[in-house]
């Protein structure tokens, strides 16, 4: 693996940011974690993350709004948006506003460290150039 990724998990729910945690950690990526938008973007404009695990419903600050912040603020930072409720207008709002991918709840852990791989791979080669050929 080249140099670890900064990767900021954004999930309402404790269980799937202490489950991301442990596979990313695993993988030898470095983790921030947030429990709603509004600490997202905090977190976000702090660390420079490159990728963002972001759930869609969460209180104080939905996925989607925190998308369109970070996106704004760090144009290079790449989202993955993440969804028990993965309706067409879902999806369709969050590549517009510049998801990466939208990924169904709940995920297969395989999958997650496939995507990981592919990232670290194209982090390396082409150092943050905006790719959206994988998702």
């Excluded at 369709?92 to 709840?105: D, F, N, S, Y």
Aim: hydrophobic share 45%; glycine share 6%; net charge negative.
């Amino acid at each position: 693996m080249s140099e670890p990724l900064k990767i900021l998990i954004v999930d309402d729910q404790p269980g799937v940011r202490y489950l991301l945690d442990i596979v990313i950690r695993e993988v030898g990526h470095q983790v921030y974690t947030a429990r709603n938008g509004l600490e997202a973007v905090d977190i976000a404009k702090a660390s420079h993350p490159d990728l963002v695990f972001m759930d869609v419903r969460m209180p104080l600050m939905g996925g989607l709004e925190a998308l369109g912040k970070i996106k704004a603020m760090l144009p290079e930072t790449e989202v993955i948006i993440m969804t028990a409720y993965g309706s067409e207008e879902t999806v369709t709002r969050a590549m517009e506003g510049g998801a990466l991918c939208c990924i169904a709840k709940p995920f297969d852990v395989e999958k997650i460290k496939e995507l990981l791989e592919n990232l670290e791979w194209k982090h390396s080669c082409y150092k943050k150039t905006l790719i959206r050929d994988y998702a």
